[in-house]
């Protein structure tokens, strides 16, 4: 995830670098901060898996042309293998001032013998985006037109890891990782209401990150029943700088061109800085072939330091608002999880748990807390405020089964209740401003069926799920433009569906 607001920026991940996803629902503390519904695993290919050469070239409507290609091998009496994979990206969008470019990279360069495995991998992309806003009914006529222009988003990555295991003994397994993340991001936006209140926007986020963990993992029978425990600690430390400057702009046929006097409405700078420590474990004890218990828990440790300010000078180019965004917060707590699995036959499974999982507000949400103070987003931040930190408790069961070998079925049911889950709320000074907000607790739970199959070279699959997402808290948001809403406000009360 991106320090700066724990986002997963996907542009930056080459699809034909991919080997699998695996999803890991629940709030498993094991994956460490931000696990609130679910982790993703996204494993990356390797020669040895994958040698031989492709490439694919495509094209299509708007201007799109693409090109693909990967290429893997090793060679085994060197215990080495390689694996590059590139993608090229263009498309000019079917709407004017929409185009995009993607450009990414990766490669990953492996050495194992009988105790020992190594991968080191690096990540570069360079992409760009431009995006348009939705139309107002008096522009519906043509639907291609921009409402205002230029805005565009440009993402940078460049990221090394090196991932290792090495068996101490045939039961005791040491594995790790470290890696180094650059992520930067540059953005132009455009606003305008009218002839006369138009202005430019131009941001710059600039992400290092570094960091890395180590687990030992014991393989060997507990008591004469068979146990697997895993013991392990990591460090995540980012640093952050946030520019943004706003200037006045004339608006001429939906674009925006900066003034020539270039004269300064406002600006931001702000550096952060977010250290995370954790240290967990893991335990899968078997009291007999059908009865499995795992047990496991992590410590977080999240400390966010803001530093820098904000300025809005107004109309007349004066300096009328000065915002300090100091602030130094710290988040800590234990989060356990409980599961069981018991499997009766070999084609039936029943499986249950409980955990828990947290995140600590991002330097954005921190960086706009003020209802006294608004920012627009992405526009700007005001004010350091505290928020908490958010609590997700899960609670999930099922059952697998096979109706014959080449016919699996599976039943879920879930419940996750998150505690003072972070909401950014409309201003009532503004109607394109607000504030992260603490507002309660909500909850997400649901009910998930599917089925599998094969018939000679026929796979199928079919699957259902269903969730029902409440607010358990009440609070007022301030909506004066929605037609539903009570004096310019919208109230929130428990059960409430969430939009």
Request: net charge negative; hydrophobic share 35%; aromatic share 10%.
């Amino acid at each position: 995830n991106e320090p700066f607001g724990d986002i997963v920026n996907w542009d930056l991940i080459p699809s034909n670098a991919i080997s699998s996803i695996n999803l890991i629902p629940g709030s498993n503390p094991l994956f460490g901060l931000n696990t609130l519904g679910g982790a993703l695993a996204v494993n990356t290919k390797s020669g040895a898996s994958f040698p031989g050469l492709s490439a694919t070239l495509t094209g299509g409507s708007w201007g799109r042309r693409a090109f693909q290609f990967e290429a893997g091998g090793e060679n085994k009496d060197q215990n080495i293998d390689y694996f590059v994979a590139g993608n090229i990206f263009h498309e000019d969008g079917w709407r004017d001032h929409s185009l995009s470019d993607v450009r990414q990279i990766f490669t990953k360069t492996g050495w194992h013998n009988d105790k020992t495995d190594l991968d080191l991998s690096l990540a570069l992309a360079d992409n760009e985006m431009e995006g348009t806003q939705s139309l107002p009914l008096s522009m519906w006529g043509n639907t291609k037109q921009a409402y205002t222009y230029p805005d565009s988003i440009k993402n940078k990555l460049a990221m090394i890891s090196l991932k290792g295991t090495h068996f101490l003994a045939d039961d005791k397994l040491l594995a790790g990782n470290i890696y180094y993340r650059m992520s930067n991001g540059r953005s132009f936006n455009s606003n305008a209401e009218n002839l006369e209140d138009a202005t430019n926007i131009s941001s710059g986020t600039y992400q290092d990150g570094y960091g890395g963990s180590l687990q030992l993992s014991l393989l060997k029978d507990l008591m004469g029943h068979r146990n697997n425990f895993t013991l392990g600690a990591s460090a995540d430390w980012s640093h952050v700088t946030f520019n943004q400057d706003g200037y006045k702009a004339d608006l001429v046929l939906n674009q925006t061109i900066t003034d020539p006097l270039n004269i300064l409405q406002s600006d931001v700078r702000l550096k952060t800085r977010s250290n995370y420590y954790s240290v967990f474990a893991t335990n899968n004890f078997a009291f007999n072939d059908e009865l499995n218990m795992t047990l496991s828990g992590r410590y977080n440790i999240a400390k966010v330091h803001l530093g820098g300010y904000s300025t809005d000078y107004g109309a007349d180019g004066l300096d009328h608002d000065l915002g300090l965004l100091h602030g130094k917060h710290q988040y800590n707590r234990f989060n356990p999880a409980l599961g069981l699995n018991y499997n009766p036959t070999q084609a039936l499974s029943f499986y249950g748990g409980y955990n828990e999982g947290m995140r600590a507000p991002t330097p954005i949400e921190l960086s706009c807390a003020d209802p006294e103070r608004p920012c627009a987003l992405p526009a700007g931040f005001n004010s350091d405020p505290e928020l908490k930190k958010v609590v997700a408790k899960t609670w999930e069961g099922g059952i697998r089964g096979k109706f014959s070998p080449n016919l699996n079925w599976n039943i879920g049911i879930y419940d996750t209740r998150i505690n003072n889950d972070i909401q950014f709320i409309a201003s009532s000074y503004s109607q394109v401003q607000g504030y992260f907000q603490n507002v309660g607790q909500t909850e997400r739970k649901g009910i998930e069926i599917g089925l599998q199959g094969k018939l000679d070279q026929l796979t199928f699959t079919a699957h259902y799920a269903f969730v029902d997402a409440t607010y358990q808290s009440r609070f007022d948001l301030n909506a004066p433009s929605n037609s539903s809403n009570d004096d310019g406000v919208i109230h929130v009360n428990k059960n409430n569906k969430i939009p």
